[in-house]
């Protein structure tokens, strides 16, 4: 069954660093999100991103975000100056139709 | 603005009686509702979604009921099993592929 990969499975990163997150949606999917969850908080919208160009974006995702699909497969997020508040889990997900489905989320630790 | 609220954050049920989670929202522009089931350090999992204009689907031991003018709806397990134990989140788009609005979840434990 055909599922959205995400890498890495933890990151633990120093404030003020740069991560990427990486993401391979589903490959007949055109509609790509980003969200977030921080523990113990509800799974909340980042951003949308549909025909190369960003569809809708959250009072979040701020100028230190930036998303990219570099070649066709991949999706990427990337957060230029990490801040302690950006440690959670960042889930990418995919979807042709109403809903979405996610992949497995990557740990951000910003220590 | 908590636009999706699921009032209950945990639920203890038997193994073999019935779940039933609820959810409530309140933007009139929702058309489609969705479950999603979710273990820890793992992403959401799609189970069962409705289109605002059916008031009931089934899917296995699963069933969600839409109560459009209350704006409320519901998942229903049924028999609940102990592998169902998870965070339930109610999400709801306003658009094919809009993003998704979720709600705090609610934690189901089912005991032996």
């Known amino acids: 069954e055909p599922e959205v990969t995400q890498t890495p499975s933890h990151q633990v990163t120093q404030m003020g660093q740069e991560v990427i997150l990486r993401c391979v949606p589903i490959s007949n999917h055109l509609y790509f999100y980003w969200y977030r969850q921080i523990l113990g908080q509800k799974v909340e919208f980042l951003v949308s991103?549909?025909?190369?160009?960003?569809?809708?974006k959250s009072e979040i995702f701020d100028d230190q975000f930036s998303v990219e699909r570099p070649d066709g497969s991949n999706f990427t997020l990337k957060i230029r100056s990490t801040k302690l508040e950006d440690s959670a889990m960042y889930f990418c997900?995919?979807?042709?139709?109403?809903?979405?489905?996610f992949g497995q989320g990557t740990r951000l630790t910003v220590v | 603005d908590q636009q999706v609220k699921q009032n209950s954050p945990s639920l203890s049920v038997q193994e073999g009686r019935i779940s039933i989670l609820n959810c409530d929202y309140t933007n009139s522009m929702f058309d489609y509702f969705l479950w999603y089931k979710k273990y820890p350090a793992e992403g959401p999992t799609f189970l069962i979604s409705i289109s605002s204009i059916k008031d009931k689907n089934e899917d296995g031991r699963f069933t969600v009921f839409l109560n459009k003018s209350a704006k409320h709806l519901s998942l229903h397990i049924v028999p609940s099993q102990p592998g169902d134990s998870a965070v339930y989140f109610c999400?709801?788009?306003?658009?094919?592929?809009?993003?998704?609005?979720f709600g705090t979840g609610t934690r189901l434990q089912v005991t032996l």
């Open positions: 991103f549909y025909n190369n160009e960003i569809s809708e």
């Open positions: 999400a709801a788009i306003t658009g094919t592929a809009s993003k998704l609005t």
């Open positions: 997900a995919s979807t042709y139709a109403p809903g979405a489905f």
